[in-house]
């Protein structure tokens, strides 16, 4: 007999679309704020040399004339709506410059989000409950900590890429490239999945010793217990910190690595970032700031409800 659908707790669920909707507003009056008090968009797009007529002209242009609050309301009801307009340096729609970016970099960050969250929990698994393994992987994870994403990087170009050939050293695949589209992003992901697996596999030993270490595992340990059961139920216990840390990477997927663009010249949405705010351009800069708030808002209630499902003490917590 099938257990009971547990109730659905809708007040606390009225109590994450307020914190999503009021993180949404935050973030576009934040992007707003830095651009109008930090610098002014029209001197920086014509540099030093032009004359308080121009700027006032291209200001007037821009829209910068209006009051500060005027123009605070109007842009975050355009954030919240998706709204960005056009990209003041290049004249197209910055929500379309956004997606045409985001494809470049999901296509490495997403395959290397993956293999690196399944390495690093079955990593920290095999940490938790073996010695010499904790000591190997704990050595390995501070190499890779405390060595700059840039050295990574052109060290796994040279070795890999270089020297044995295995991948392209950098480029995207485009009309007419010599080599399949795949074998462009593969060493990038890879890249990604390292770094990633660093700190994560510690957190993951961390979260499972915690949990094989409990008391009522002992006690069924006590009873005699198979281990494998033991494990099961540790397993369950750490899904939540495990989901939670799923969760925060989930904004590293979107933006991606500025690092790994760069070097590997791939056009994405991490190299678009820091090219639009050398550019002053606010409408950019705002769609991708507002969009991997929202994708991180959303990734998060998913996590929240995945550990609300498996995990009856948040169930009994939100009804409380």
Do not use: K
Not at 12 to 34: D, K, N
Not at 72 to 91: K, N, W, Y
Not at 225 to 237: D, G, I, N, S
């Amino acid at each position: 007999m099938s257990s009971p659908r547990p109730p659905i707790p809708w007040p606390a669920v009225l109590r994450r679309l307020v914190v999503a909707a009021a993180s949404l507003v935050l973030v576009a009056a934040l992007v707003f704020a830095t651009f109008e008090w930090l610098a002014d968009p029209a001197a920086l797009r014509l540099g030093r040399g032009a004359s308080p007529e121009a700027r006032e002209a291209l200001r007037a242009a821009m829209g910068l004339d209006r009051s500060f609050g005027t123009r605070l309301l109007e842009h975050v009801a355009r954030a919240i709506t998706f709204d960005f307009g056009p990209s003041q340096a290049r004249g197209e729609p910055a929500g379309a410059l956004m997606l045409q970016a985001l494809g470049p970099t999901l296509a490495y960050a997403l395959p290397g989000w993956l293999l690196g969250t399944a390495a690093a929990v079955l990593g920290g698994l095999a940490a938790a409950r073996r010695r010499g393994v904790d000591r190997a992987l704990s050595g390995l994870s501070t190499a890779v900590i405390s060595t700059s994403s840039v050295i990574v990087v052109v060290l796994a170009q040279h070795v890999l890429a270089h020297r044995l050939g295995w991948f392209p050293v950098l480029g995207w695949p485009l009309a007419g490239a010599g080599a399949s589209p795949l074998a462009y992003v593969m060493l990038p992901a890879l890249v990604w999945a390292l770094l990633q697996w660093g700190p994560d596999v510690r957190h993951y030993r961390a979260v499972f010793e915690r949990e094989l270490a409990a008391p009522h595992l002992d006690g069924l340990r006590a009873r005699g217990v198979p281990e494998r059961r033991a494990l099961r139920h540790a397993l369950r216990a750490a899904v939540g910190p495990i989901v939670a840390r799923v969760g925060q990477r989930l904004s590293h997927v979107v933006v991606g690595s500025v690092v790994i663009e760069e070097l590997f010249n791939i056009p994405g949405l991490g190299a678009l970032l820091v090219a639009a705010i050398h550019e002053a351009d606010a409408a950019l800069v705002q769609a991708i700031a507002v969009a991997t708030a929202a994708v991180t808002i959303a990734g998060q209630a998913l996590c929240d409800g995945v550990v609300w499902l498996v995990d009856p003490r948040v169930r009994r917590r939100d009804v409380a």
